[in-house]
């Protein structure tokens, strides 16, 4: 039986803006065959909207705890919901 799609929004707290990082979720979302967006927030967090297969949500999650190479992650506030269907996957 195949799993329904799901959606994973999570909004990253730290030194996440001005440092690559959401360039660096967009890589790896895209890696992961992602749908969705990563946008900085006017409160200097990031959000990161992603839609696919539980396990490959997973891995990114993985790797927005990592952050990349000049980031500097602090928390994760993690939600997960049905996927609704985005397609491509973005950086604002």
Same mark, same amino acid.
């Given at each position: 039986?195949? %799993?329904?799609?799901?959606? +994973?929004?999570? &909004?990253?707290?730290?030194?996440?803006?001005?440092?690559?990082?959401?360039?660096?979720?967009?890589?790896?979302? %895209?890696?992961?065959? &992602? !749908?969705?967006?990563?946008?900085? &927030?006017?409160?200097?967090?990031? %959000?990161?909207? #992603?839609?696919? %297969?539980?396990?490959?949500?997973?891995? +990114? +999650? @993985? @790797?927005?705890?990592?952050?990349?190479? @000049?980031?500097?992650?602090?928390?994760?506030?993690?939600?997960? #919901?049905?996927? !609704?269907?985005? !397609?491509?996957?973005?950086?604002?």
């Amino acid at each position: 039986m195949l %799993e329904k799609p799901l959606r +994973l929004t999570v &909004l990253v707290s730290g030194q996440v803006q001005g440092v690559g990082y959401r360039r660096f979720v967009q890589r790896q979302a %895209e890696i992961l065959r &992602l !749908t969705g967006y990563t946008e900085n &927030l006017a409160d200097g967090r990031v %959000e990161v909207i #992603a839609e696919g %297969e539980k396990p490959d949500l997973e891995q +990114l +999650l @993985h @790797h927005l705890k990592k952050g990349s190479t @000049h980031a500097v992650v602090s928390s994760l506030e993690v939600q997960w #919901a049905e996927a !609704t269907g985005l !397609t491509g996957f973005f950086s604002y």
